[in-house]
C-alpha cells in the first residue's frame, strides 16, 4: 500500500507523540518527510527525500530519528484500517466527541500560547522549563485528534472537515516557529497572534459540526458548548496579553483595548452560554464565577482596567496560576455539556 501525504504526516506525528513537530510532503517528484526535533537546548532540523514516502521514513529510521517499530506499526495499522472492496463505511463521529477532541487541543494551545507569552516577554527569564513541557502536552492533543479523524476515516461533516485541515496546517506553522519562540525572536503580539488565529479555525471546525445535530433539546447544548468555548478562548488571549503586560508593567501599543474587548466578549458568550446550557451546567457556571480563582482574576483585572499607563504592581506567574485556574474550571463546565450531549435519548 502506498502511503498518502496525509497518512505519512499522521505516521510521522504519532512516532513524535510530543517530542518533535513533522509533516510529510510532495515536491519534485520526490516524497519529502520533514522533521522538528525537540532538543534540550534548541530543536533540530531533518529533511529526507525518497522515491515513496515508506522509503523516507525508513532513511528517518535509519538515521536514528524516528523508531523503527513504531513506524512499522503505524503503516501496518493503516493497512488494516484502510478502505477496501466489501468493507463497510467507518461510522462519522457524534457531535459530542468530535468536539470534545478539538477542545482538547484548543485547551493545550491556549496553555501554550499562554506560556510563550510569558517566555518571550520575560526574555526567557521565565517558563523556560515548562515551555517544552507544553509542547509535548500540545502534541499528545493533536495525536489523539488525528487518531478520531483516522478511525472515522474520513467521515467528518465536509466543511467541519475542511476547516480542521485548514487548523492543523495553522498549528504546523505554529510548531515550526517553536524554535524561533525559544530563542527569543518571536515578539510576544506577534506569537499570540499565531496561535490565536489557529483557534480561531478549530473553533470554526466546531461551529462547522452543529447540524450534525438534528434534535431540537441536544441542539441548544451544543451551541451553549460553543459559547463556552469561546468564553474559554477569550479567556485564554486574555491570559497571554496581560502575562506579558504584568510582567512588563506596562501595556505595549493597542493591548488595553484589546484587554477591554476580551473582556466584554468573554462575559457576553459568558451569558449565552447561561442562557442554553442544560441546568446543572448553569449551576456550575454560577459555582465558578463565585470562586477563589475567579475572583482572583477579577482583582487583578480590576488593576489592569484601572491603570491604563502600568505599574501594575501584578507578579505574572500570579496571573497566570489565576487565569489558568479559571480556564481549567470552565473546562470542566464542558464535561457536564457533554454528559448531556452523550446521553441516551428516549
Not at 468493507?87 to 482538547?104: D, I, K, L, Q, W
Not at 516577554?121 to 521565565?126: C, I, K, Q, T, V
Not at 449551576?283 to 480563582?293: G, I, N, R, V
Request: charge should be neutral.
Amino acid at each position: 500500500m502506498a502511503l498518502t501525504v496525509e497518512e505519512a504526516t499522521r505516521i510521522v506525528q504519532f512516532c513524535l507523540a510530543g517530542d518533535g513537530w513533522g509533516k510529510a510532503s510532495a515536491a519534485d517528484d520526490a516524497s519529502v518527510i520533514q522533521l522538528m526535533i525537540d532538543g534540550t537546548q534548541r530543536a533540530r532540523p531533518f529533511e529526507f527525500r525518497a522515491d515513496s514516502f515508506e522509503a523516507a521514513l525508513l532513511s528517518a529510521v535509519e538515521a536514528g530519528v524516528l523508531k523503527g517499530d513504531a513506524v512499522e506499526k503505524q503503516i501496518a495499522f493503516l493497512q488494516r484500517t484502510s478502505p477496501r472492496p466489501g468493507r463497510g463505511a467507518a461510522e462519522a463521529p457524534r457531535f459530542h466527541e468530535a468536539a470534545a477532541a478539538v477542545s482538547a487541543l484548543i485547551h493545550e494551545i491556549q496553555r501554550e500560547r499562554g506560556v510563550s507569552s510569558l517566555y518571550a516577554a520575560s526574555g526567557g527569564r521565565l517558563f523556560q522549563r515548562e515551555l517544552a513541557l507544553q509542547w509535548r502536552s500540545t502534541e499528545r492533543r493533536r495525536t489523539e485528534l488525528a487518531a478520531l479523524r483516522d478511525r472515522c476515516d474520513g467521515r467528518f461533516a465536509p466543511a467541519a472537515a475542511g476547516r480542521l485541515t485548514a487548523a492543523d496546517e495553522a498549528l504546523a506553522e505554529v510548531m515550526a516557529a517553536r524554535a524561533a519562540i525559544q530563542a527569543l525572536k518571536v515578539r510576544p503580539p506577534e506569537l499570540i497572534d499565531a496561535y490565536s488565529d489557529v483557534n480561531r479555525t478549530y473553533l470554526q471546525a466546531v461551529d462547522a459540526l452543529l447540524p450534525t445535530v438534528t434534535e431540537p433539546a441536544q441542539r441548544a447544548t451544543a451551541l451553549a458548548w460553543i459559547a463556552l468555548l469561546n468564553a474559554k478562548e477569550k479567556t485564554g488571549v486574555e491570559r497571554a496579553q496581560l502575562v506579558a503586560a504584568f510582567e512588563r508593567d506596562r501595556y505595549a501599543d493597542g493591548q488595553y483595548q484589546a484587554v477591554l474587548g476580551l473582556v466584554a466578549a468573554r462575559d457576553s458568550y459568558l451569558h449565552l452560554f447561561s442562557d442554553a446550557a442544560p441546568p446543572p451546567a448553569r449551576d456550575l457556571l454560577h459555582e465558578q464565577l463565585a470562586s477563589e480563582a475567579s475572583g482572583a482574576v477579577r482583582r487583578m483585572e480590576e488593576i489592569a482596567l484601572a491603570r491604563r499607563r502600568g505599574r501594575f504592581g501584578v507578579d505574572p506567574t500570579d496571573w497566570f496560576t489565576a487565569a489558568s485556574a479559571q480556564i481549567d474550571g470552565l473546562a470542566a463546565l464542558e464535561t457536564a455539556v457533554q454528559t448531556s450531549l452523550a446521553a441516551p435519548r428516549l
